[in-house]
């Protein structure tokens, strides 16, 4: 895979997502990054690094994703690799802060845009993008978890659903797609300095450090050098979910 460099990137316009886009340029690869919301970001992103380009996609629409990646890959040539960062945190509207509602908090309207977002929205990526890379060399595929969807940490179960979700998702597919050379992994991050972490508030946030082995917030350039790794540079590890936590 280290020749091999073009690489999709869904929610480049993200704090994670936008490291996971330097990390990649860094190391050679070619790019197109994705936004929903935050266009000006991606395009800046896009501009600033070489041999980048910045696209729209909906991920609560099957076709506009299924047309972002035709897009991708017609622009590239081809897709080598795939990471799947975007996604959302919270379902109400304007919450920055959430806490962490009850099971009794959580409604229809809210599960269902948790599990559509994150799961069915990576599913259908998955899907066209592997339908590129089946046939022509295989590729990697890294999605961007949770730990909350990995260990019993506090969360709105919604979320943690959805991210606990993506675990099966990715072991399936890895025995799936093995044959086609196709390898497909998750990482899990745990508490980061930035970026989706923002939305815990500050007595969960010291929690959360009080058992982190390492006893500091991750930072987003040690999640993207993994994930970073895993889309260029990883040749036989597939259907593993792999936790960057600091031992928490």
């Known amino acids: 895979m280290a020749d091999a460099a073009r690489c999709l990137v869904f929610g480049g316009s993200g704090a994670l997502g936008g490291a996971v886009c330097e990390a990649l340029a860094a190391d050679g690869a070619r790019l197109v990054l994705t936004y929903h919301a935050r266009e000006a970001a991606a395009r800046a992103l896009a501009k600033r690094l070489p041999d980048a380009a910045a ?4 991920l609560a629409s099957v076709a506009s994703i299924d047309a972002a990646v035709d897009a991708a890959a017609a622009h590239l040539g081809g897709i080598d690799a795939f990471v799947q960062c975007a996604g959302v945190a919270v379902t109400s509207a304007g919450a920055r802060r959430p806490s962490h509602p009850s099971i009794a908090e959580v409604d229809e309207r809210g599960w269902d845009t948790m599990l559509d977002v994150n799961a069915k929205s990576t599913f259908f990526a998955v899907r066209r993008v592997t339908a590129v890379m089946r046939g022509h060399g295989g590729g990697n595929v890294v999605v961007v978890g949770s730990i909350d969807g990995v260990k019993p940490v506090p969360a709105p179960v919604h979320y943690a659903a959805s991210k606990g979700a993506l675990g099966g998702m990715i072991a399936a597919l890895a025995k799936e797609l093995g044959p086609d050379n196709v390898r497909v992994n998750m990482v899990a991050p745990g508490i980061m300095e930035d970026g989706i972490s923002r939305v815990l508030d500050d007595a969960l ?13 991750g930072r987003l350039g040690e999640v993207a050098s993994v994930i970073a790794w895993l889309a260029r540079h990883n040749t036989y590890v597939t259907g593993r979910t792999i936790l960057v936590d600091g031992a928490l």
């Open 55 to 58: 696209a729209p996609v909906d």
């Open 205 to 217: 946030m010291k929690e959360y450090l009080k058992h982190c082995g390492l006893r500091r917030l």
